[in-house]
């Protein structure tokens, strides 16, 4: 059995990278503010054109980045200003500030904050009035071994305040050149990047996003005096002071719209407009130069050799002997010992916390003895078994949905954040996560079909997990009586798709099958009253399972009935409601349901009205809605179903795909009339 693996050499991705090229030299745009320099003029404004339903707007938003080569080290300059004008209380969140520190080799090279300066601003009695931030209201949060976090929050921030912050923060990482975020929450009037870049680095720029970033660039010459190490001086460092040829980059941009989160996004990461900066080779002053960017192979035997990921996975794994052997016994074929060892893992460890690259032990055998790990390591873990019991397995890494996605062109390791396991028995492939106790063999989540991931095999090939390779089908059948007093009876059955079953047993183990069928007749109707409830494949987690109950609707003795058909089922709204979309819509599968309906009607009423028939297709062969009903004498049937045969839509298809789930929300939304016979 083959996994839904596609083997691709190009995939087209919403991020661009594009090369560096000359623009037209241009008179200099100069910022309209300063820092300190507010009056009450510029508390006028209670709305913006950019966007009238803001609640708060970045008027400026400044970075400048460059190179100091007169501190003893070569040193990575970062200084920002920000002014913002908060309109309404659901904008305070425009007052909170986060910067991020890295860990250096030492405490002298460790990333720091200077000149950090915050006001906020308001108009009292025609006044500006000013409140400092107070320098005990800044605090750090160490995140990781490696990572700090300065944060804090402008005081006594109003509707209609005005608030500023400007700082500068130095880094000794020659290499970590920090990108720029164009584009966020509240929209742009002005926002710009200036970054300079000595002859020495060779930087990709990597940029992406929808809108127009105007970019120009000089070279100048700038003195420098630092240490560095030679070209095989193992340790040694040389101090140099020389003139380079340094060039300027300048990133504008105006009035950039706000990006939203809309329904069917896998993250905002993929499509914010912004710049990053990977380093692919440096030039040292004595003319050697070296590839960092490195190459897949280069990441490969990192990472494989690491104690944190792969070191762990033959190395010193003898104790896995008895209780591989003692799991796989009496197995008739290696697909079984793999399915035997991947429960085995999944039933008898806990997975404490999930969407992790590497490992925190720095052996499987403390996993093992915890009964315990992170999602990486109860993976690697699997691989280890997998191993000793003579199969052909190694770890593939990803990154997940909510992540971003990573690119085939560079080996950038900080791209991904997830591990899972492959097995290659014979021409029959098989992927596993067994962090996931109630996953299938040889499935997935859903959250790593993103793209472009990378086997861990000598040849480190591509692999790619795609959402059109998910097919995710619903049947609903309703079987229903109406008797002579209004009342309706009958049964419900549903067979949902595979990830829809995975959710259900999710729910199920969280809060039991009562709760569960509760909340699913309130689902079918606000009104109905449920029995005989039945879930068969529960435990049976490699196919969806089959959810089933009785239910009975209340009516009346009424001369007129009139019928939603489409219990629980109906698309009351429409999930592409925002007017326009400037990034393309992500569903995470392709999706087909069907819903039928049988209705027995009793001798004394009768069809007035049916909804006419429907046939509408998106784009010909994208999508088709299906909506067919006919009556006859006692009885009337009812077939709908929507179908989308392609998970992903570009910007432009947006308008369409809207239009076409316009339709299908008015259309279930249509009645069904029955007549009391005279």
């Known amino acids: 059995m083959k996994p839904p693996i596609i083997c691709l050499l190009g995939l087209c991705a919403a991020l661009f990278v594009t090369p560096i090229h000359a623009q037209d030299k241009k008179e200099k745009e100069k910022l309209p503010y300063r820092f300190g320099k507010v009056t009450p003029e510029d508390f006028k404004p209670k709305v913006y054109a950019i966007d009238s339903a803001a609640d708060a707007v970045i008027l400026a938003d400044v970075g400048n980045t460059e190179y100091n080569g007169n501190s003893g080290l070569l040193e990575v300059m970062f200084k920002r200003y920000t002014r913002v004008h908060i309109l309404h209380k659901a904008g305070y969140d425009a007052a909170n500030f986060s910067i991020y520190l890295n860990k250096g080799y030492s405490n002298s090279t460790d990333d720091r904050v200077s000149d950090l300066k915050a006001v906020t601003y308001n108009l009292e009695n025609g006044q500006v009035t000013e409140t400092k931030l107070d320098s005990k209201s800044v605090f750090i949060n160490k995140l990781s071994e490696d990572l700090f976090e300065e944060k804090f929050t402008l005081p006594n921030v109003k509707e209609g305040s005005i608030i500023e ?63 560095y190490e030679p070209d095989g001086a193992s340790g040694r460092t040389e101090t140099v002071n020389m003139e380079a040829k340094v060039t300027d980059w300048r990133f504008i941009s105006h009035n950039m719209p706000a990006l939203r989160v809309e329904h069917y996004t896998t993250t905002l990461r993929n499509h914010v407009q912004s710049i990053e900066f990977q380093l692919g080779s440096i030039t040292t002053p004595d003319g050697v130069t070296k590839n960092r960017m490195g190459s897949w192979s280069k990441l490969r035997e990192r990472l494989m050799e690491s104690e944190y990921f792969g070191a762990t996975i033959d190395k010193n794994n003898g104790f896995l002997a008895d209780v591989v052997n003692s799991v796989t016994a009496g197995a008739s074929n290696n697909e079984e010992k793999a399915r035997r060892l991947y429960t085995y893992v999944q039933k008898n460890f806990t997975c404490t916390d999930n969407e992790r690259l590497t490992m925190d032990a720095t052996s499987v055998k403390t996993v093992f003895n915890n009964k315990k790990g992170n999602s990486a390591e109860l993976n690697l873990l699997l691989v280890a078994m997998l191993r000793r019991a003579g199969l052909e397995s190694w770890p593939i890494i990803l990154s997940t949905r909510d992540h971003g996605i990573t690119l085939a062109l560079y080996p950038i390791l900080r791209r991904f954040n997830y591990t899972i396991t492959y097995l290659q ?37 591509p692999v790619y997990f795609v959402a059109d390779s998910i097919k995710e089908q619903s049947v609903t059948s309703v079987m229903a009586v109406l008797d002579k007093s209004g009342d309706i009876s009958g049964s419900y059955q549903q067979l949902p798709g595979y990830y829809s079953s995975y959710s259900i047993r999710e729910a199920v183990k969280t809060k039991g099958k009562e709760e569960f069928f509760k909340n699913a007749g309130k689902a079918f109707a606000s009104d109905a009253a449920i029995s005989e409830t039945n879930m068969e494949n529960l435990d049976s987690l490699d196919i969806p399972l089959t959810e089933s109950f009785e239910f009975k609707l209340q009516g009346g003795d009424e001369d007129h009935i009139y019928l939603a058909p489409l219990w629980g089922e109906v698309q009351k709204e429409n999930p592409f409601a925002a007017a326009e979309r400037r990034y393309p819509v992500e569903i995470p599968y392709l999706i087909n349901e069907i819903y039928t309906l049988n209705l027995q009607l009793p ?54 795909l809207r239009e076409f789930y316009n339709y299908i929300v008015k259309k279930e939304a249509e009645q069904i009339v029955l007549k009391k016979k005279a």
């Open 165 to 227: 912050v400007t700082y500068s923060t130095h880094s000794f990482s020659e290499s970590n050149l920090p990108g720029w975020i164009f584009q966020g929450e509240y929209p742009r009037i002005w926002t710009e990047y200036n970054v300079s870049i000595p002859e020495w680095f060779n930087f990709v720029f990597l940029r992406q996003g929808y809108y127009s970033v105007n970019e120009s660039h000089s070279d100048r010459r700038q003195n420098f005096n630092f240490r």
């Open 425 to 461: 028995d014979g021409d029959n492939e098989y992927v596993m996560d067994a962090s996931k106790p109630l996953l299938g063999f040889n499935h997935l989540p859903l959250e790593c079909y993103n793209g472009h991931a990378r086997l861990l095999t000598p040849d480190v090939p």
């Open 603 to 656: 001798d004394n009423y009768e069809i007035e009205e049916l909804p006419k028939p429907a046939l509408v297709k998106l784009n010909d062969a994208d999508g088709i809605f299906q909506y067919l009903v006919q009556g006859s004498g006692s009885s009337l049937q009812l077939r709908c179903v929507i179908r989308l045969n392609r998970a992903n839509f570009k910007p432009e298809e947006y308008n369409d």
